[in-house]
């Protein structure tokens, strides 16, 4: 049955016990069941159902002898009957035939001598009976029609409030990343987007864009469920530390800081420092004591003339100058850096197909010797003609030869170039100088360098012992053994061997006694110190330094020339203070190869190698 409930409370509510009932009434009623067994279904015992009917029979009974005469009972015992689930039209039907045929003759009444009177009040009933059974079976459907319209309403109104759950659920993940729970980088860029597309005139905004440091490392040996855990706490300390702005893990270790409405870049870089301060203490992670440091890229600019794309490659790139410069720190987005290194990069592009056309050459500088004024040696440098912007500097361009490894190439040109220049100036005949060639790092760890250097000398045929190769400290300080074997067979060949700029890096002295180096070439910053004055009492400490380098190598057997040496009294004092040689302005600047050949002899006719570094490869 569709409705529920005991069988009590679906019987009509007046039923209760009765006294004895009407003689002739117990056969009635069970004649009645008998003729609507099984037109509906009825969950109920046969008894039950007699009992009930009996008790309506009772109730028929009773309205018949009414005085006055009621019809309305009529009704009342339709609605039971349909309450009883008595509902079908069958048996309703049936219902009215066997008590129109049976119940008077049944109670005993057929030969009343009010018959007709009873006969008609029956037809009352019975027709009030249909009435009330219609009007209930009517409203039980319309309650059962409401029951289902509700329950459909409520299914409907479920299923809606699912969707919507299971929508914003979807949406959460869509939006978050799911191991640190913080916004992604497709809520960060909607929200940028957002924040450009509803900038008032004149607002501005700033990003940190963050990067853990030797994070891979913590992965690597500790395993990736331990970084899993880091990430999740130092995205916790940065959600605290940065509260008022919207932080989003930008994928792997990557974090940014969204700061809004701005009014200077100090208020992006209170940001960043307190990212930073918030990463300061370690982190305690199943027993290990893990500490991190992050690189911060800060850009603080007005909305209006930049995008968004622009802003995150500016903050992309700032954090990797944090990281060149040391990790664990901030940079600020520069424009005039960026616009400088974007010239390096352009640079960089075009410098293969200016080797191919040829357009390096070199410069050459006397090396001379403080004690006689003797031409040592002569220093080869590098110099681009482009195009475009005339004779550039290898300040201009070293430094992206080495990030692109072009210089491996450009630097063994300049060395065939050198070397077939010297061999001419031996010809010369007289005392010649050495040539000295500076070597980039890439090119000491190459591993073909000494079979190119080899190469080169025999087919130049410039003796070894006429080559200088100049290398800096940092070109030595690998964690192989490889450049320090290259250079020991280099020096075993005859080539001598000079650690350039000295003083800027390292300067490990005791390192180079093990290093088949035969010559240290003092940086030009230790000259400087010479350009006070006399009185100056910094003047004297630098002095002292410097004779002490000097006589330290010395004693570790190398010649000493200082770089840099723009005056006469800087010459002076350098050699009283030591130093074997010098190279510098005062000497002469870097010039065409003619002038060294004036020279070696000056008289004879200044011979040159032919073309640039470029033909000479
Ligand atoms: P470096 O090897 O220390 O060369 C000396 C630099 O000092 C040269 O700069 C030279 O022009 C400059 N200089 C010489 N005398 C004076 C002076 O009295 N005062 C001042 N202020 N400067 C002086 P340059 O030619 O610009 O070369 C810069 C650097 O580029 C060189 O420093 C060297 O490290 C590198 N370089 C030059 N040519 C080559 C090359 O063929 N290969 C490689 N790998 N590096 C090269
Ligand atoms: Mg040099
Ligand atoms: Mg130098």
């Given at each position: 049955m569709a409705l529920g409930g005991s069988v009590a409370e679906r019987l009509p509510s007046s039923t209760s016990v009765r006294p004895e009932p009407a003689p002739g009434a117990m056969t009635f009623a069970r004649a009645w069941f008998k003729a609507i067994a099984g037109t509906s279904y009825l969950p109920m015992a046969q008894a039950e159902v007699e009992a009930f009917l009996l008790e309506l029979t009772q109730r028929l009974s009773d309205a018949l002898h009414a005085e006055p005469f009621s019809p309305q009972v009529g009704l009342q015992i339709g609605t039971d009957l349909v309450n009883a689930h008595v509902t079908s039209a069958e048996a309703l039907g049936r219902s009215v035939e066997v008590i129109d045929a049976r119940l008077l003759r049944d109670l005993g009444l057929a030969g009343d001598a009010g018959?007709?009177?009873?006969?008609?009040?029956?037809?009352?009933?019975l027709g009030m009976v249909a009435t009330g059974f219609a009007r209930a079976l009517r409203d039980r459907t319309l309650d059962e029609q409401e029951m289902v319209r509700r329950a459909a309403m409520i299914a409907r109104d479920t299923a809606e409030r699912r969707l919507r759950d299971s929508e914003s659920r979807f949406r959460h993940q869509a939006n978050h990343d799911p191991l640190t729970g913080l916004p992604n980088r497709a809520l960060f860029t909607e929200r940028l987007g957002r924040a450009f597309a509803s900038a008032a005139t004149g607002s501005r905004l700033g990003v940190c864009f963050i990067d853990l440091d030797g994070f891979k490392v913590v992965n690597d040996t500790l395993g990736h469920h331990i970084g899993d855990q880091l990430l999740t706490a130092v995205a916790q300390r940065l959600g605290q530390a940065v509260s008022d702005h919207l932080l989003a893990r930008m994928g792997g270790d990557e974090f940014v800081v969204l700061v809004e409405d701005t009014t200077c870049t100090d208020d992006v870089l209170k940001v960043a420092d307190s990212t930073l301060d918030a990463l300061s203490a370690p982190f305690h992670i199943e027993g290990h004591e893990i500490t991190v440091s992050a690189s911060i890229g800060v850009v603080e600019r007005a909305i209006a003339g930049t995008t968004s794309s622009d802003l995150m490659r500016a903050a992309d790139l700032t954090l990797h100058w944090a990281k060149k410069s040391g990790k664990g720190r901030?940079?600020?987005f520069d424009a005039e850096r960026n616009e400088r290194e974007l010239a390096q990069y352009a640079l960089a592009a075009a410098m293969p197909a200016a080797l191919d056309r040829r357009e390096f050459f070199l410069e050459y500088q006397p090396l001379v010797s403080l004690t006689d004024g003797r031409l040592l040696g002569v220093e080869a440098l590098v110099r681009w003609e482009h195009p475009e912007r005339g004779v550039l500097g290898p300040s201009h361009f070293i430094e992206v030869a080495e990030e692109t490894g072009l210089i491996v190439r450009l630097g063994l040109r300049?060395?065939?170039?050198?070397?077939?220049?010297?061999?001419?100036?031996?010809?010369?005949?007289?005392?010649?100088?050495?040539i000295s060639v500076n070597l980039a790092v890439r090119q000491v760890r190459d591993a073909g360098l000494v079979r190119e250097v080899t190469a080169?000398?025999?087919?130049?045929g410039l003796p070894p012992e006429r080559l200088q190769l100049e290398i800096t400290e940092s070109a030595l300080m690998s964690s192989t053994d490889?450049?320090?074997r290259?250079?020991?067979a280099l020096s075993d060949l005859g080539i001598r061997v000079a650690i350039d700029d000295f003083g800027t890096g390292y300067s490990n002295l005791s390192y180079l006694r093990d290093l088949p180096v035969c010559e240290l070439k003092l940086a030009g910053s230790f000259v400087e110190g010479l350009r006070s004055p006399a009185e100056d009492p910094g003047r004297a400490i630098d002095e002292r330094i410097l004779a002490t380098l000097v006589s330290l190598a010395h004693t570790l057997g190398l010649t000493v020339t200082a770089e840099g040496v723009e005056t006469a009294a800087q010459a002076e004092r350098l050699r009283l203070l030591g130093c074997d040689a010098a190279q510098g302005w005062h000497f002469g600047r870097p010039g065409p190869p003619e002038r060294i050949?004036?020279?070696i002899a000056p008289t004879a006719l200044p011979p040159r190698a032919n073309g640039n570094v470029s033909g000479a490869g």
């Open positions: 018959f007709d009177d009873l006969h008609d009040r029956m037809a009352r009933l901030w940079a600020l300049a060395l065939a170039h050198a070397c077939k220049q010297a061999r001419q100036w031996l010809d010369l005949g007289g005392h010649t100088p050495f080169i000398l025999d087919r130049t490889e450049p320090v290259a250079l020991r050949a004036e020279l």
